[in-house]
């Protein structure tokens, strides 16, 4: 039954993506593959750049946030293990939790709760072969676009590419990370 259902989401959300595609000439390339992203190649740490939205409320959970670290690692029966390590002023916090990166959802990533949602593309789509942007609505509904780089400095120009394909899309309300802390160890 939940196969079935998720089949169904899958098919519908690449038609829907599909048919944006083609109304919507800034709208980024096809999102990374659910098999391609449980690879090695995106295993691991990635920094906090920046967020857009298409409104306030969906950078409000990044306010305050001077700097953030994401680890993707592979989990048990196809799922994603991401746990964040960020900083709000002198008060280090974290938090984890399990993405399902199931083909039959492809490219959609459902979080184990069902309260949130994630797609992800590669840097190509901003000249930053080392970074990716994560798509993600949260159990508030609220949809965010997070760019995440492998390195801790990212350039500005790598940052107003973002800017500007977020913009392109109506992503009108942008976050920077500030980074004027150490890292949460």
Request: glycine share 6%; with cysteine; net charge negative.
């Amino acid at each position: 039954m939940l196969s079935t259902f998720m089949s169904i989401v899958g098919l519908a959300g690449g038609l829907l993506y599909a048919g944006l595609e083609s109304m919507v000439p800034c709208i980024p390339p096809a999102p990374l593959s659910t098999a391609l992203l449980s690879t090695d190649q995106y295993m691991g740490s990635w920094y906090f750049v920046a967020a857009a939205a298409w409104d306030e409320d969906g950078i409000k959970a990044f306010n305050g946030t001077d700097s953030s670290v994401l680890n993707i690692q592979k989990g048990e029966n196809s799922t994603l293990k991401v746990s964040e390590r960020w900083r709000i002023g002198e008060t280090c916090h974290s938090n984890s939790w399990s993405y399902m990166a199931h083909p039959v959802t492809d490219p959609f990533m459902f979080r184990e709760d069902f309260d949130a949602i994630a797609m992800v593309w590669d840097g190509k789509w901003m000249n930053c072969p080392s970074c990716i942007v994560i798509l993600m609505v949260d159990d508030d509904e609220e949809i965010s676009a997070m760019l995440f780089s492998r390195n801790e400095k990212t350039s500005d120009q790598v940052i107003e590419e973002f800017k500007s394909k977020a913009e392109c899309v109506l992503m009108e309300d942008l976050i920077k990370a500030p980074v004027t802390k150490e890292y949460c160890k």
